[in-house]
């Protein structure tokens, strides 16, 4: 009876810990989901994302930690949030500065190979240029997306045992 009940616990340890696992490593498919439906999907729609921002009841920045992440032009629908889904904490910014939209999605990553292989999945991308410094790199690419063949995706992220963090943004003209 004991060796049945030890069994059973023994089971479902391993059986939770695969699902924290299979949680993990759908952190970045997810993150990725997040950004195309908010972001891609509506980024000559700004004032949609901030419309449904106010109907999730994200939260609006703090001040201090906006000006962290603030843009250096600021253009007249600047807006940022914070919100957690399934466990994940995301921050999105908008912006429209100088006939640019642009909308960045901040979040905690997995791997960042498989972040990004699932990236060139999405979108058809191409590398323009790359720089590293310090804990921090760099990626921009070019877009061919429905949404514009002129977007640009700039992925940023950290590389430390510290800190599995990054940011994705589409940049888009206003034609």
Avoid: R
Avoid at 3 to 29: C, P, R
Avoid at 79 to 102: D, R
Avoid at 108 to 137: A, H, M, R, V
């Amino acid at each position: 009876m004991i060796k049945k009940l030890l069994g059973i616990i023994v089971l479902g340890l391993l059986l939770s810990g695969n699902a924290y696992t299979e949680e993990l490593n759908n952190i970045d498919q997810n993150a990725l989901v997040e950004f195309d439906g908010i972001c891609v999907q509506n980024i000559h729609k700004l004032d949609v994302i901030n419309s449904y921002a106010k109907i999730q009841k994200w939260k609006d920045m703090p001040p201090d930690l906006d000006a962290m992440n603030a843009p250096q032009v600021k253009g007249s629908m600047y807006k940022s949030w914070g919100y957690q889904k399934e466990n994940t904490t995301y921050l999105i910014a908008i912006n429209n500065p100088e006939n640019v939209f642009t909308c960045s999605l901040a979040a905690k990553y997995f791997d960042i190979i498989k972040f990004k292989k699932i990236l060139s999945e999405f979108y058809p991308i191409n590398l323009l240029n790359k720089n590293t410094q310090g804990i921090q790199t760099e990626e921009v690419y070019k877009a061919n997306l429905i949404q514009s063949d002129k977007a640009i995706i700039l992925l940023t992220y950290s590389h430390s045992d510290q800190s599995n963090s990054f940011s994705i943004t589409i940049l888009s003209p206003n034609d």
